[in-house]
């Protein structure tokens, strides 16, 4: 009886048109012995069981099938909407941590937050920067998108890469007022865009990381934050942290200093 009723409740909330909650992610969804996946459910799990969660949802899928997983915090009717990203290359783990943090917490009020903690599941799962094809998802984005090899392949196209294109029609549904896209480990608040100077600032104070201009080694092409800044109405940004972060910059410093940038609380 109790796994007639695991297996109906996502259907009879969905016919009610309400939201499916975090526990309520198909198991299917995720592949079995996957550890990235893995973590990836018992996180669903744990949302849940704090309540901070309101949606949870599969934005798209990976090279290698993995599931793309978008949580929805906050107040959904805020103006205030923002979406804060993290593990576009795979090998920049620690600050999805923050968002973790963020999604099984107290219940957030004073805006509409999503987290995505891990943008790109086949390099978190294989422990790469680049996602299971080979590309270095951010410089796949349509904006002075130019052919790059090695460390930095920007892939055969603009956009040729599944999980470029899943987080392109997230944010552009969406429309956050604010992104950031969390990497390592260059320990900074990027302040090279004029369009979000006053946010690199807030998130400097907040996050206790120093102010700098991140050139992408020979200037950048193709990055999420230039596609973004240049195509919607919103301010995309790119912190770094170093290449260790501490327990308090995971558990306390980034989620406070996050949901104080944006003028929520919880
Ligand atoms: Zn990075």
Known sequence: ?????????????????????????????LPASDPAATALAAGATAGARAGAVLETRIIGRSVEGRPILAWRLGDPTSPVKAVFLATIHG???????????LRDGRPITGADVW???????????HHSRRNAAGVDLNR?????????????????????????????????EVRPRWVVSFHQPLDGVDQSYAKTRRL?????????????????????????TQWFNATQPGRAITVEYGARMTWRQKNVIGPRGLLRTIHARR
């Open 140 to 172: 796949n984005f349509p904006v002075h998108w130019i052919r790059q090899f090695g460390s930095y392949d920007s892939g055969p196209s603009a956009a040729s890469e599944p999980e470029t294109r899943a987080i392109m029609a997230f944010l552009t």
């Open 1 to 29: 009886m109790p796994r007639i009723a695991g297996r109906l409740l996502p259907v009879l909330l969905l016919a009610a048109g309400l939201a499916l909650p975090a526990s309520a992610v198909p198991a299917a969804a």
């Open 91 to 101: 090998n920049e783990a620690q600050p999805a941590r923050i968002l973790a943090d």
């Open 115 to 125: 987290v995505v903690p891990y943008l790109n599941p086949d390099g978190y799962q």
């Open 200 to 224: 690199a600032h807030r998130l400097s104070r907040y996050l206790h990381l120093p102010l700098k201009r991140f050139s992408c080694n020979n200037g950048c092409h193709g990055t999420l």
